[in-house]
């Protein structure tokens, strides 16, 4: 999918695609995380759709729970979510700007 170090750099256009192919892989990374932490916030821990959505938001994003947790199920659902979410972020981050950090290495080995 990328170019090797004896291609020429692709053309401004290819890597626009590019960018737009691997913030699409991103977003449906984000996608099914989001999912997972709904539907454990709604079946474990009790909460209706949306304040399960907003749980789930709010952990994947770093800012915390919002909702209160009774149940020891619950409590262990969340931390392992928010862990889960930490290897979201960085994963997430990865995939996002392989793109750009490929195409300044390859621009170095350009002759």
């Known amino acids: 999918m990328l170019e090797k170090k004896h291609q020429k750099v692709i053309s401004t256009r290819g890597f626009a695609r590019r960018l737009c192919l691997f913030a699409g892989v991103a977003a449906v990374i984000v996608a099914l995380a989001l999912a997972i932490g709904i ?26 729970p919002v909702g209160e947790l009774r149940t020891p199920a619950a409590k262990l659902f969340a931390s392992a979510y928010a862990l889960f979410s930490g290897l979201v972020f960085i994963t997430v981050m990865g995939v996002t700007l392989t793109p750009v950090i490929h195409r300044v290495l390859h621009k170095f080995h350009v002759d």
């Open 39 to 64: 539907a454990g916030y709604h079946w474990i821990a009790g909460f209706g759709w949306i304040d399960a959505t907003l749980n789930a938001a709010m952990i994947l994003t770093g800012m915390g």
